[in-house]
T-cell receptor, first 113, second 116 residues
Framework: GENVEQHPSTLSVQEGDSAVIKCTYS??????FPWYKQELGKRPQLIID?????GEKKDQRIAVTLNKTAKHFSLHITETQPEDSAVYFC????????????FGDGTTLTVKP | GAVVSQHPSRVICKSGTSVKIECRSL??????MFWYRQFPKQSLMLMAT?????????EQGVEKDKFLINHASLTLSTLTVTSAHPEDSSFYIC????????????FGEGSWLTVV
């Protein structure tokens, strides 16, 4: 089955700096890669996703890059703000069955004011 | 966007009793819903896939007789934890696939279960 590894497990940055979280996956059949933000005790919220037919996607301060050959994808957050502090999960799945995603272990991001 | 509601948000029950958690898609029909379990500071682990009108598909290692899943309508799936034990205490989250948004899944608010 799919195996997703996420690094780092914790990340602390100063407000205004950039944050990068990286994930690798094992199953070359995976073609859908969402990123979720989860605040303590709350539901995961989709913040950005990318499909394997593109290499990069950007939405304001958030971007995701995908390297299919190397089987890794990364989340980039620029101009970080304290409200960006949360746990971020990457996931990988086959597009038509996104609910069966394999999730990374999560990265706790702390943005210091 | 699509809204998925989960109830109750928190529940405390005694060992040996059963607890039911509901997951509803409020503004769309969800033929498929998913149930996850999340321990503190850990990732989401898929427990089962709930299909409307048919039996749920359980992931390896998940006891189907302990975690009963029913998907009786296109907007409601339920998870019943039977004969609950303290080790069943966890955060349970459902999600539903919204086919009109490219198969994006939307999560419920989650339910904290504490078994005492």
């Amino acid at each position: 089955g799919e195996n997703v590894e996420q690094h780092p497990s914790t990340l602390s940055v100063q407000e205004g700096d950039s944050a990068v979280i990286k994930c690798t996956y094992s199953d070359s059949a995976s073609n859908y890669f969402p990123w979720y933000k989860q605040e303590l005790g709350k539901r995961p919220q989709l913040i950005i996703d990318i499909r394997s037919n593109v290499g990069e996607k950007k939405d304001q301060r958030i971007a995701v890059t995908l390297n299919k050959t190397a089987k890794h994808f990364s989340l980039h957050i620029t101009e970080t703000q304290p409200e960006d502090s949360a746990v971020y999960f990457c996931a990988a799945s086959i597009d038509t069955n996104a609910g069966k995603s394999t999730f990374g272990d999560g990265t706790t991001l702390t943005v210091k004011p | 966007g699509a809204v998925v509601s989960q109830h109750p948000s928190r529940v405390i029950c005694k060992s040996g009793t059963s607890v039911k958690i509901e997951c509803r898609s409020l503004d769309f029909q969800a033929t498929t819903m998913f149930w996850y379990r999340q321990f503190p500071k850990q990732s989401l682990m898929l427990m089962a896939t709930s299909n409307e009108g048919s039996k749920a598909t359980y992931e390896q290692g998940v006891e189907k007789d302990k975690f009963l899943i029913n998907h009786a309508s296109l907007t409601l799936s339920t998870l019943t934890v039977t004969s609950a034990h303290p080790e069943d205490s966890s955060f349970y989250i459902c999600s539903a696939r919204y086919s009109h948004s490219g198969n994006t899944i939307y999560f419920g608010e989650g339910s904290w279960l504490t078994v005492v």
